[in-house]
């Protein structure tokens, strides 16, 4: 069995309690499935669920290459040169990132309200950038963007492989 979950933020990819957040119980009523790896609190989109062992080390274990989109709207206005750092690896101090494929984006169609809403300033615009990573080290999106000088501000995981959150309402899942 495999769910796709679109995860809100501020939730905790978790079935046990949690004291400050919701967890995947608050969402999920299908027993005996587990995350395929994770995603941060403060993010949102796919998030992969399996009651299949073999196959969710598969989806997670970076051995395996599996390509996963992020969308990511970052403080700055950015230009494709910015992005070029991206392209070539990124040295976060405790490991060097693959190259990534990156690219300037439009804000994406159909965009849920994030609650609460990101900080914005009026003096300071905003850019949307995919991109695409095999690795999903720890926060490693959050860090590449602000190692290159535009912090990202709200992150979505678009997609796994050929898994996505099209037509997955936040908050709700399907099974494929």
Known sequence: MIILFNKPFNVVCQFSPHDKHPTLKDYIDIPNVYAAGRLDTDSEGLLILTDDGALQHKLSHPKYEKIKTYWAQVEGELEDADLTPLRQG?????????????????????????????????????????????????????????????????LIRYSIGTYNIDNIKIGTYKSV
């Open 90 to 154: 990124v040295d976060l101090g405790d490991f060097v990132t693959q190259p990534a494929q990156v690219k300037i984006m439009n804000e994406p169609a159909n965009l849920w309200p994030r609650t609460p809403p990101i900080r914005e300033r009026k003096a300071i615009p905003t850019t949307w950038i995919e991109i695409k990573i095999s690795e999903g080290k720890n926060r490693q999106v959050r860090r590449m963007t602000a190692k290159i000088g535009f912090p990202t501000l709200r």
